[in-house]
């Protein structure tokens, strides 16, 4: 088999995506999502200008080393754009060989380690009361774990606060809007958010937050040290993911379970944190972290640290994502929990899929490959629009992390 054929795809039906289309000259044909969310032609770019002339002719059958070729033959390793074009080919390349061979990828992957993945839906509200009652809506739907956030009295829009109750979208056209942020107000609120949810619902349901990168490793020790009543699963992204070290210190100050990963690219992102065991789940995704192929490398030097994995799912991630780390996560040994943020239901006309979701568990479905396909005919309706995620300010003006 060979390639004969590289397409990248861009469309916007409701948020943009790019996508992958690799065609061999048997006829079968792979999918991979490119999406880096705001950045999103600078991949496609990269992919049509760099490496779609490399792969033509080559064996897609050959993806170990074709993953190799394309990152250490660029000899500029790492780095989001380039990750996210690798994971993309490397995407393609397991659903032509699954459609091939006429296996699900889990199949190839090992098999299943269970029966379905557990998966975290998105309760949010303006106040507190809103975001309490839109867990109730979460838990009625039949999810087992819920992410909470809630709007910040005295700031006009708060990170996690979406405009609907299932799709929530932060990237917005035009030019990037700006925030402005207190973490002073932030954490005035974060803890009675939690006590209220519990207080209501009890302690069967798993409940997470995200900090968005926004605090220090102090304020996010004494963070994670007030919401230790309330028993999270996850403090996510706590501190900037890049400061590796600056967990040592969040770690000191709590025992409420850590994740962070989503903005990594590769394992050497993270080799720190889990040497040492600074955290408890790895959130790297396929698109973002280099593929099926590398996510494996990933969980698997988690695994030797009894850390688990909690693949990032925002709208932002196609369903092409979606259904590659549902493919992964049912085959790896050290699978922790999957988010999932609902696509709208353009995106998923665009890309009709075989995976489905049922009392808080999402799975693959047994069709061969990923299970994704694409409609050009829907997709050619949603022309690209230039959108960006917004930026944040301190209230003095200052910039600071979104
Ligand atoms: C999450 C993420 C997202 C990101 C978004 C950026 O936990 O789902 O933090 O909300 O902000 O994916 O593109
Ligand atoms: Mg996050």
Not at 7 to 24: H, Q
Not at 57 to 82: H, K, M, S
Not at 381 to 397: F, I
């Amino acid at each position: 088999m060979k390639i004969t054929d590289v397409e990248v795809l861009v469309t916007s039906p409701g948020r943009n995506f790019v996508t992958i289309r690799i065609r061999t000259d048997e006829g079968v044909y792979g999918l991979g999502d490119a999406t880096l969310n705001g950045r999103e032609l600078a991949v496609a770019s990269y992919l049509r200008d760099h490496v779609a002339p490399c792969l033509i002719g080559r064996n897609p059958f050959q993806i170990e080393d074709i993953w190799q070729y394309l990152y250490r033959g660029a000899y500029w390793r790492r780095g989001p754009v380039t990750m996210t074009a690798i994971g993309a080919v490397d995407m393609a390349l397991w659903d032509i060989k699954g459609k091939a061979l006429n296996v699900p990828v889990y199949e190839l992957l090992g098999g299943a380690c269970r029966n379905g993945v557990m998966v975290y839906g998105h309760a949010n509200g303006q106040s507190v009361g809103e975001a309490v009652e839109a867990v109730g809506r979460y838990i009625d739907m039949g999810y087992k774990a819920v992410r909470v956030q809630a709007g910040v009295p005295g700031l006009k829009a708060t990170y996690g606060v979406g405009r609907g109750d299932l799709f929530y979208e932060p990237a917005g056209e035009g030019l990037p809007s700006e925030d402005v942020w207190s973490t002073e107000k932030y954490l005035a609120t974060v803890p009675e958010l939690f006590a209220r949810v519990r207080e209501e619902y009890g302690r069967d349901v798993h409940l997470l937050h995200d900090a968005h990168h926004r605090l220090t490793p102090i304020e996010a020790g004494r963070l994670g040290r007030e919401l230790e009543p309330y028993s999270l699963f996850w403090l996510e992204d706590a501190v900037p993911a890049e400061q590796q070290e600056a967990f040592r210190i969040v770690r000191q100050h709590t025992t409420t379970p850590l994740a962070v990963g989503e903005i990594f690219n590769t394992i050497h992102d993270a080799t720190v944190l889990l040497r040492e065991n600074l955290i408890d789940y790895l959130r790297m995704t396929v698109v973002h972290g280099g593929g099926i192929t590398h996510l494996r490398t990933a969980a698997a030097y988690a695994a030797v640290h009894q850390v688990r994995t909690g693949c990032h799912g925002a709208t932002d991630l196609s369903p092409v994502t979606m259904a590659a780390a549902l493919h992964f996560d049912l085959s790896i040994p050290n699978f922790g929990i999957q988010e999932y943020m609902r696509h709208t239901p353009e995106t998923d006309e665009v890309f009709p899929h075989a995976y489905t979701f049922s009392d808080g568990y999402l799975h693959p479905g047994d069709a061969p490959g990923l299970g994704v396909d694409y409609r050009d005919d829907l997709a050619e309706r949603y022309p690209y629009k230039r959108a960006y995620l917004p930026v944040s300010r301190l209230e003095d003006g200052t910039m600071f992390n979104w």
